[in-house]
């Protein structure tokens, strides 16, 4: 089935600015993502049910956690309202300013997380308090060392009273993780084999050695 002239046109511009940054789209979809090892920054060119066009969502998704979609962790998310489709010459102009626009907050989220310890930073002083960010805090800081505040925010996450299969199962891998704190080479170890199986589970290239050091 061919590709919407919307979509056609977001991959051509996309190809032009975000491939030279080292992105890859995300199968057929209209989602691009920046590997960047413990993290992967997602671009996403969201279609609208209601007309031809393109919403732009960026951010970062931690991938500690293992699973099999993408998330958006961390950033601004919407960063562009709905643009039209309108004709191709329109929209290959609206297709290029939500790429470039795509490309400057990519640029911008690899300044700010290049280490577990910059989101720890983000996490503690911006982010929003809640279950799953105590969750990514309890994993930061105890890959930056911080042993004191990864129990308290593991204690957070084991605290919550809510029954929902996802929570359960958050409890149980942050009782899990939080037993690697008395070793610190343990720790690590345990949270890269996380990120490996998660990036293997979203088709993500596999890490060399050299880039399985966390902290």
Not at 112 to 141: G, K
Not at 184 to 199: I, P, Q
Request: glycine share 6%; proline share 6%; with cysteine.
């Amino acid at each position: 089935m061919p590709r919407p002239a919307s979509a056609r046109l977001i991959n051509a511009a996309a190809k032009s600015v975000l491939k030279p940054l080292g992105c890859i789209p995300k199968g057929r979809s209209r989602i691009w993502l920046d590997d960047q090892s413990f993290w992967v920054g997602v671009i996403e060119f969201q279609p609208s049910a209601w007309g031809r066009g393109s919403y732009l969502n960026v951010g970062a998704c931690w991938l500690w956690y293992e699973k099999d979609y993408v998330s958006f962790d961390a950033g601004e998310y919407r960063v562009e309202s709905f643009q039209p489709y309108e004709s191709d010459e329109q929209f290959a102009a609206a297709a290029q300013a939500l790429v470039e626009r795509a490309a400057k907050e990519l640029v911008d989220l690899r300044g700010r997380f290049p280490s577990p310890s910059h989101v720890q930073d983000w996490l503690t002083r911006e982010a929003p308090r809640t279950l799953w960010n105590h969750y990514h805090l309890a994993v930061s800081a105890g890959l930056a060392g911080d042993v004191d505040q990864s129990k308290r925010s593991f204690a957070e996450v084991k605290s919550c009273p809510d029954e929902w299969p996802w929570v359960i199962e958050l409890k149980r891998r942050s009782a899990e993780l939080e037993k690697f704190l008395l070793s610190d080479s343990g720790f690590k170890d345990e949270v890269m084999n996380t990120v490996v199986r998660t990036r293997a589970l979203l088709k993500l290239s596999a890490l060399p050695e050299n880039a399985r050091r966390m902290g």
